[in-house]
């Protein structure tokens, strides 16, 4: 992940954490902008239908803004030209750790207002859906972190029902024996993530998009995606 998207999901996490309301209101009162990672989701709507504010609100469900919260990238620098590039050594107790550990304490308070949310009926399954993914990712990031702070055993950790000494035993065997701190974040970034990750995804159903687009019909809402905006 580079620090341009880094930055953006940074942003729309603030957003979600201001006032429990992610949608920016533009011009027409029917219609509000929700920013995404590479543009927004621009939706529109009958105030008479949906209030502004709770619809604004579950647009973090939506496909085009609901994120895996996969750990930050500590291994790309963004140069004066801003494009990114590896960086040469990785420093994981230094500014790009603090980083990711704010960026995880902000992950972690949009998961408690996703965790908070109160839905219709339609959307019962995205919720859940939404909720179980971050859920995990989240605790692939806590594991990791933790690893890279130096607990040898951080990564023999269960997210979700994948158990790590069982699921990707020929990974966490290496944990307590890795030294160095780039090859402890390529052992964790890489090899366990890949195989955790890999596991989840054998496991875990599609997104409902059927329920997402039932509670758009439902509500009299139109989704319209804005890229690179």
Do not use: N
């Not at 942003?11 to 309301?21: C, E």
């Not at 990564?155 to 944990?175: F, G, H, K, R, Y």
């Amino acid at each position: 992940m580079s620090r341009s998207l880094k930055v953006g999901v940074a942003v729309v996490i603030i957003l979600v954490l201001a006032g429990g309301v992610l949608a920016v209101r533009r011009a027409g009162a029917d219609t509000i902008d929700v920013p995404m990672t590479l543009g927004a989701v621009r939706l529109h709507f009958d105030p008479r239908t949906i209030s502004a504010e709770y619809l604004g609100e579950l647009a973090v469900l939506s496909p085009h803004v609901s994120w895996t919260f996969a750990p930050p990238a500590l291994d790309e620098c963004v140069s004066s030209d801003g494009e990114a590039h590896e960086c040469e050594p990785i420093v994981l107790d230094g500014p790009d750790l603090f980083e990711a550990e704010v960026e995880l304490g902000r992950a972690e308070d949009l998961l408690a207002t996703i965790r908070r949310l109160r839905v219709p009926p339609q959307l019962d399954a995205v919720l859940a859906h939404v909720h179980r993914e971050a859920a995990f990712h989240l605790c692939l990031w806590r594991a990791e972190l933790a690893y890279y702070r130096g607990d040898d055993y951080a990564l023999w950790v269960a997210c979700d029902d994948i158990e790590a000494p069982a699921q990707c035993q020929e990974v966490v065997v290496q944990t307590p024996l890795t030294r160095g701190p780039d090859v402890r974040y390529r052992l964790a970034a890489y090899a366990w993530r890949g195989c955790m990750s890999h596991w989840f995804q054998r496991r875990f159903r599609p997104y409902p998009m059927d329920d997402w687009y039932e509670f758009l019909r439902t509500y009299g809402v139109e989704e319209e995606v804005l890229h690179g905006c």
